[in-house]
């Protein structure tokens, strides 16, 4: 059996090892979900919400270390790590608690005339054993987030954490322990693609994947031979559109958070920013501004943290030496042939990018920002489209009017108006993504229900 060695991407450090998960044992796995979700099932919405909540009292009172786990494993500055990994978490365990009642108890329908005299309803049964696969990104919330909704359905689950990532995944597993779920209904199983294959090969009742647009499809042709069904979470190369009228300042404040915020390793980041032509070079100096400030560490005063996996880095060194051999420039950042071997990229502009250019087709997740002029709502409209993802959008207009008609017409899961990536902090909202960014929904709603077969009962009083 294989060992994954935690090293701290920031600092190079060895910090453990982790036991993989033997192949062998991936039929016993499902064996042993199979069984605890017999008595998991049977239990009322009220007593799986118990363990929900132990899991937030956990998660609480181990809070420095967890935010600790996470910077050591992924490189994230502190701050980033306890507002946008654990909190988003602790807000996904609060709207379960709350909602999940409303939204997984049987609902009557109207009856039509035709079955008069009969009652309708909607039941909720679980799929059963629920596979979730997990990247490095967010390693803490893009795993607890799928894991609480299913487990409130009445699934029993088995986790499979990133490789890249995997002292955050071997916490994740001592949470649950501590939280004192019973036994098998949570499982974890450790190690890279040929674990996350041997599982998805295996026996499971519905895959929620979130990773890259490659992985998704592997799994999804699985899938389609098992019929079973998926949710898959994948990337982006999210438009950031900023008219003339917008107010600039917040804008440039704006765009960089949404693009260098986790070091521009998320799906939902400004892979590419569209300034009105008028006031680009202003803008474009807002921007080199702030850029130029951020600190580069993960002390708790830092602003960007390390990138998280070298072969990362190396798709950002290759897309943006490709467009500066394209002609763009690179207005602030270190040009790649001069970049250390340490896995801090200081954030970098470029301008005189193309719409056409590689750097804003192909996504690269990675701290760069290439800003591209626009003369017409109508053009930005359609650089926006053009692009086989649509996962976020952001638009920025002092004229709500004009934001929200350019908002109906883009072709993404979110858009935020006059603000970034701030759609995903609402759990009312669902989460999702069109064309290559994925497949389903969740959060919200359809973050419960997806996990459930929707049942439909008529009964006649006899
Ligand atoms: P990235 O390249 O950004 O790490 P991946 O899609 O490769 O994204 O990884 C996301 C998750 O999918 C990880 O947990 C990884 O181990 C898992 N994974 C990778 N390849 C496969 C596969 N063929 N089948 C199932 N899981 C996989």
Known sequence: MGVLKVINPA?????EDIEETSLQEVDAYYSRAREAFKKWSQ???DERLRYLKNLKH?????????????????????????????????????????YAKREL???????????IGKKSYIEYMPRGVVLIISP??????????PMISALAGGNTVILKPSEVTPYVGKYIEKLFQKAGFPEHVVQFAHGGKEVGAAFTNGNPDYIFFTGSVRTGRIIQKVAAEKLIPTTLELGGKDPFIVFADANLERAAKGAVWAAFTNTGQVCMSAERVYVEKTVYEKFLQLVK?????????????????????????EIVKKQVLDALQHGAKLETGIHPDEWDDSMFVRPMILSNVKHEMDICREEFFGP????????????????????????????????????RRVASQLITGAVNINEVAVSVA???????????????????????????????IVVDSG
Request: proline residues 6%; charged residues 20%; contains cysteine.
């Open 11 to 15: 600092t190079g450090e060895h910090l």
């Open 43 to 45: 239990l009322s919405i």
């Open 58 to 98: 956990t998660i609480l009172e181990q809070m420095d270390e967890l935010v600790q786990t996470i910077v050591q494993d992924n490189g994230k500055v502190p701050t980033e790590a306890l507002i946008a990994d654990v909190m988003p978490s602790l807000d996904g365990i609060d709207y379960v608690v709350k």
């Open 105 to 115: 108890s049987p609902k009557k329908v109207n009856t039509p005339l035709l079955l």
């Open 136 to 145: 490095w990104n967010y390693p803490f919330q893009l795993s607890i987030v």
């Open 289 to 313: 501004e702030e850029t130029e400030n951020l600190v580069l560490g993960t002390a708790r005063d830092s602003d960007v943290g390390s990138m998280t996996y070298p072969v990362q880095k």
């Open 368 to 403: 760069v920002m290439p800003i591209v002029p626009f003369e017409t709502e109508e053009e930005v409209i359609k650089f926006a489209n053009d692009s086989k993802y649509g996962l976020n959008s952001s638009v920025w207009s002092s004229d709500l009017q004009k934001a």
């Open 426 to 456: 609402n759990h009312h909202l669902p989460f999702g993504g069109v064309k290559e960014s994925g497949i389903g929904r969740y959060h919200g709603s359809a973050g419960l229900t997806i996990f459930c077969h929707e049942k439909a």
